[in-house]
Structures are given as C-alpha cells and as structure tokens.
C-alpha cells in the first residue's frame, strides 16, 4: 500500500506539480517601483520570436545533487555529478531540498530514511525515527516540515497521509495535520513552508474549501491562496491556478499575487506554467507545446508586458535556480533523463544528459549553527 500511496504522489507530481526551488537561496524578487505600477495588465501581445540560440551547457552549477544508487554529490560540473560523493540512501535518492550547506536527503523505498547532508563537513547524519515522503527546513533551520504514512484503513482506496514537524535540537514531533492527500510540494518560501493540495486526485477529487495553497504556521495550517504557489518573497507571489478538471497539470495560467492576484497569461493562451519569479520583479514562465511537452516558448514578462519570448527545449518539471541559469529536468522513473536549462540574461537554451541524476538543490550560502 505505501508502494501505492507512492506511485500515486509521483503520478500527480510529474503531471502537474514544480519540484521547486529549494528554499530561499533560489528567488527572492523585491517590488519595482510603486505597487499601483507594479501591478501587470496582460494586455500587450509580442509575436514569438525564432527558436532561441542553444549554447553549451553551463560548466558549473552550485547544486547538491542525488542520484538512482544512492549517492548525493555536492556539485553539478558540465551536467553531471561531481565531488566527493556520500551516501545517502541504500536505495534512490528521491528528492534534495537545501538550506544553506546543509541538505535533506529523502530517500525512496523500502526505507524512506530522512537525513542531513552537511556539504562542507562532507558528511551525512540519519534522522533517527522518520519516514519521509518529501520534506523541507523551517526557515531559521532548528525544525523540518515532512509528510509521512498514516493509516491504512480498507476499504480505502489509499492510506492517509500525515504532515509532521520535528524540532532538531530537542528532537520533539508535532503531527500539524492528518488526513487522506494532507498535500504535496513542500517548499520554503517566503510564506514560510507551504504545501499544495490539488482538487483532482487519484482516488478522489478535493472539496474546493480544501485545495490551494497552505502555509504553515505557529504549527498549524491556514490557506495561502486557492492557486499553487511556485515561489516569491517580500510580499510577491508567483501562483498558477490548478488546471483543467478533466486533465491533470493542462490547461493552467500564470497569477501574479501582490495587493491581489492577477492573471498574467494573456487569454489567448490555452496553457503556462510558472516558472521564476526574479529579483527585479520579472517573471519567467513556460508555455509547453500540446505534443512534446519539452519544447515550447520560455516567456519573461516585466510588470505583465511580454519583454521576450524564444522557443526552445525545456522543462517546468523539478525546477531550480542558480543564479542566471533556470534548470528543469524531464519526468523520469528510471535513471536516465535530461536536464534543460534556460539562460534569464540573454535567452538562451541549453541541454545535458542527466543520467543518473534524480533530484538536485541549489545550494546558498552557510546558516550559522543551530543554537
């Protein structure tokens, strides 16, 4: 059944959820200007422009990096591992999400072991006692945000899931929330921790006071947004909305949220996806083509007006961000896929292999320790 469970959760994700940016090391924009002229109109049209240059893949990336045998290394060099690796699972590396140096490292079955990877110690410690299907820092880096199994009580059709918090220094666990799709797509954002919870589930689909966004705090859950939030800081949000009812991850547009929520995606666009919100306000988003889903149009609008627009090979699935490189790779259950970037300064494209390669997390500056 937690097999089950699993397979469930990656279905959803690959269909429609943003493995995002790991924290607040990635995106971290500040308004431009007033808040009246902040606020975009979606009203001007841009014709796309040819395919955009491709050019090498960017030498260095400053990602932690997992891998299908277990190992997480601490850097990504011309599109692959690199540096001293450590192990981090007996098994595949799920998914990496940083704080700073430091990375949690949440491991696939059978044992779904949670643990730190410190980079600069080069080292990894379990967190004893927690199953983790994803999991995040808090944002001062004493506490994590996780979901894990709950009960399975036939004839449910799947087992509960629950979201838990653990203090590091204390080791206390506080369970926040229990329930059937508690919610996926943890994140660290500038709302604190967050979760999204789809209306249109495997087994079920979610009342509508139950979907969107929900941030955590002072241990308990309140809704961000009715949108998913992708990421933002300082007051800003960039959200899509949740898709058409009959076709999971299809047919979402881009919201721009700040005195309020906005659509940014003109009508004439069937489907965007929300990719980075920048520091000066602008934002990227990708519009896939109805086909071959990794070739599109990246978009970067400023205060809603298409600034360009180029079409190329990319991927709005597992993004994360070093600087002016935005990486996506393709949805892949195995140990083969392909990581595609997108340059913010100039436009361009670029690809590598990614084999191996499951999770990835931009790594930042070091935290001071833990009291």
């Known amino acids: 059944m937690f097999r089950a469970l699993l397979v469930v959760a990656l279905l959803l994700t690959a269909c429609g959820d943003h493995v995002g940016s790991g924290g607040v090391s990635g995106v971290s924009p500040s308004p431009a200007g007033s808040r009246a ?16 240059p491709t050019v090498a893949f960017p030498a260095r990336l400053a990602f932690a990096v997992g891998t299908y045998d277990g190992l997480v290394y601490p850097q990504l060099v ?27 490292v949440v ?10 990877f410190d980079v600069d ?54 369970q926040i929330d229990d329930q059937y799709g508690v919610g996926s797509d943890l994140r660290l954002t500038g709302a604190g921790v967050t979760l ?6 495997s087994s079920f689909v979610r009342s509508a006071d139950q979907t969107g966004t929900w941030a955590v705090r002072d241990g308990t859950l309140s809704r ?12 800003r949000f960039l959200l899509e909305t949740d898709g058409s009812p009959s076709s999971v991850g299809c047919c979402t547009s881009v919201i ?29 988003t990708y519009r896939p083509d109805p086909v071959n889903v990794f070739e599109g149009s990246v978009v970067v609008y400023r205060q809603g007006v298409i600034e360009r627009i180029g079409r190329g090979a ?22 083969s896929l392909t990581l595609r970037a997108y340059r913010i300064s100039d436009g361009a494209f670029a690809s590598a292999s990614g084999t191996n390669i499951t999770a990835l997390a931009p790594l930042g500056l070091a935290k001071p320790p833990i009291p």
Not at 147 to 165: F, N, S, V, Y
Not at 314 to 335: C, H, K, L, N, Q
């Open 224 to 235: 961000f947004s009715v949108h998913r939030l992708i990421n933002g800081d300082k007051g």
């Open 314 to 335: 990319f991927s709005a699935y597992r993004v994360v961000r070093d600087t002016d490189w935005i990486v996506g790779s393709e949805i892949s259950g195995g140990p």
């Open 107 to 116: 491991c696939r079955e059978p044992t779904y072991q949670l643990s730190i």
């Open 196 to 201: 999204w919870r789809a209306m249109n589930m």
């Open 121 to 174: 110690a080069g080292a990894v410690s379990v967190i004893t006692g927690v199953q983790a299907l994803e999991a995040v820092w808090t944002i001062q880096g004493d506490a994590i945000v996780y979901t894990t199994l709950g009960a399975c009580d036939p004839p449910a059709p799947i087992c509960r899931t629950k979201l838990m918090q653990r203090e590091l220094r204390t080791g206390r666990t506080t």
């Open 37 to 52: 002229s902040a606020k975009p109109t979606s009203t001007a049209t841009a014709v796309p422009l040819p395919t955009a």
């Open 256 to 284: 721009l949220k700040f005195d309020q929520e906005q659509r940014i995606t003109p009508a004439s666009v069937d489907h965007e996806r929300g990719v980075a919100l920048l520091e000066d306000g602008r934002i990227v």
């Open 78 to 104: 011309d599109g692959k591992p690199a540096g001293a690796p450590v192990r981090g699972c007996d098994g595949q590396v799920s998914s990496l999400s940083a704080l700073g140096r430091k990375v949690l």
